[in-house]
């Protein structure tokens, strides 16, 4: 009796941690979002800036490319900030995944249902393994 709340006890922790960690994943990658958000208003303040100069010197007969280059770099960096933030959260998915998948097992039933470790029956089919 002993073993079996040894086991159930090793099952609630099992899950505890993978809860935990589920809910850092989605808390890093919601803060990532948010950042990526920020990021994008300030491009589209930019953006606005830059349409708003250069149709300003239009009107006034001289375009001065030394200030529009300085916008467009402005904006340029602010893409590569975003840019970089979305492959930190494309990394920290794939890192997820990759953890999830590692306590899986690669054993399969006769009947083509995948088996976890340990288990001495098929939850499919029933079949003992």
Same mark, same amino acid.
């Given at each position: 009796? @002993? ?8 099952? +609630?922790?099992? #899950?505890?941690?993978?809860?935990? @960690? &589920? *809910? ?5 990658? *919601? ?16 953006? *606005?800036?830059? #349409? ?10 001289? +375009?001065?490319? #030394?200030? &529009? ?12 900030? +975003?840019?970089? &933030?979305?492959?930190? +959260? ?11 998948? %590692? ?13 976890? %470790? #340990? ?7 029933? %079949?003992? *393994?």
């Amino acid at each position: 009796m @002993a073993d079996f709340f040894d086991k159930l006890k090793d099952t +609630i922790n099992k #899950g505890v941690a993978t809860a935990s @960690a &589920l *809910t850092q994943e989605l808390i890093d990658t *919601t803060k990532l979002k948010s950042d990526i958000c920020a990021l994008e208003a300030q491009k589209k303040k930019l953006l *606005t800036d830059l #349409g708003e100069l250069a149709h300003e010197m239009i009107q006034n007969g001289a +375009i001065d490319e #030394g200030k &529009l280059q300085v916008k467009s770099s402005e904006i340029q960096e602010l893409t590569v900030q +975003i840019r970089s &933030l979305e492959d930190s +959260i494309v990394q920290h998915q794939n890192k997820s995944n990759e953890s999830s998948d %590692a306590g899986k097992s690669s054993v399969k039933c006769s009947c083509g249902a995948d088996l976890a %470790a #340990g288990v001495k029956f098929c939850g499919s089919c029933g %079949a003992k *393994t």
